[in-house]
């Protein structure tokens, strides 16, 4: 009886470790990005797309917030807002201001959960929302109006249609790769494949 559960211990032990190890699948976990997109940095870069609109990209956030607490030094992580219509670019031009009044870390998930909730519908809303987050309108309207931000929109936008994106939340690995929950089956699943991903062009680099 020993031998048999020693035998079965060893089985599992065996299945679970093949298990870790399997390795990902094209189209399943991940899908190539043809061609590849020019990266803005030499280290590895990963790209966060988002939506305001977008109610997975929300739940996502907290799980890949977090993996970024850890991140290693070769890597860098950039998001990029996605706006499908010109109609809903102004959320885009909205969180480069909140960048520009370097108020990205309050304002940011202040202002997604209040969209998403419908709290703010109209142009009404927003300027009396502001004003609740001790934002001075002078300074939202020059920056929100300024080049700089325009400009960033603008980069937004070119940036998610070079990976010819269809959907909203996608991971990007250093302008080859994209993966995403939909994709890898779970929230905590895609960051596990974002790690192996990112191994894999660590590897690539090292060898060259």
Same mark, same amino acid.
């Given at each position: 009886?020993?031998?048999?559960?020693?035998?079965?211990?060893?089985?599992?032990?065996?299945?679970?470790?093949?298990?870790?190890?399997?390795?990902?699948?094209?189209?399943?976990?991940?899908?190539?990005?043809?061609?590849?997109?020019?990266?803005?940095?030499?280290?590895?870069?990963?790209?966060?797309?988002?939506?305001?609109?977008?109610?997975?990209?929300?739940?996502?956030?907290?799980?890949?917030?977090?993996?970024?607490?850890?991140?290693?030094?070769?890597?860098?992580?950039?998001?990029?807002?996605?706006?499908?219509?010109?109609?809903?670019?102004?959320?885009?031009?909205?969180?480069?201001?909140?960048?520009?009044?370097?108020?990205?870390?309050?304002?940011?998930?202040?202002? %997604? *959960?209040?969209?998403?909730?419908?709290?703010?519908?109209?142009? $009404?809303?927003?300027?009396?929302? =502001? &004003?609740?987050?001790?934002?001075?309108?002078?300074?939202?309207?020059?920056?929100?109006?300024?080049?700089?931000?325009?400009?960033?929109?603008?980069?937004?936008?070119?940036? %998610? *249609?070079?990976?010819?994106?269809?959907?909203?939340?996608?991971? $990007?690995?250093?302008?080859?790769? =994209? &993966?995403?929950?939909?994709?890898?089956?779970?929230?905590?699943?895609?960051?596990?494949?974002?790690?192996?991903?990112?191994?894999?062009?660590?590897?690539?680099?090292?060898?060259?």
């Amino acid at each position: 009886m020993k031998r048999l559960i020693f035998l079965l211990s060893c089985l599992l032990a065996f299945s679970a470790t093949q298990s870790i190890a399997a390795p990902l699948q094209e189209g399943k976990d991940y899908r190539l990005v043809t061609p590849h997109v020019a990266t803005l940095t030499n280290n590895i870069e990963v790209i966060d797309f988002f939506a305001y609109t977008c109610g997975h990209c929300y739940r996502f956030s907290p799980t890949l917030e977090s993996w970024m607490q850890k991140l290693p030094k070769d890597v860098t992580v950039r998001r990029v807002p996605v706006a499908w219509d010109p109609s809903t670019q102004f959320l885009s031009r909205i969180y480069y201001t909140f960048e520009a009044l370097n108020r990205l870390e309050d304002l940011h998930p202040s202002f %997604w *959960q209040d969209i998403l909730d419908g709290r703010i519908t109209s142009e $009404a809303d927003l300027q009396s929302w =502001l &004003t609740s987050h001790r934002v001075n309108l002078d300074q939202w309207n020059k920056a929100y109006e300024s080049f700089t931000v325009t400009m960033k929109t603008q980069q937004a936008m070119q940036t %998610w *249609q070079n990976y010819q994106l269809d959907a909203t939340p996608y991971v $990007a690995v250093n302008g080859k790769y =994209l &993966t995403a929950p939909h994709m890898a089956g779970s929230r905590q699943k895609t960051i596990e494949v974002l790690n192996t991903l990112i191994e894999q062009e660590r590897q690539i680099r090292q060898k060259h």
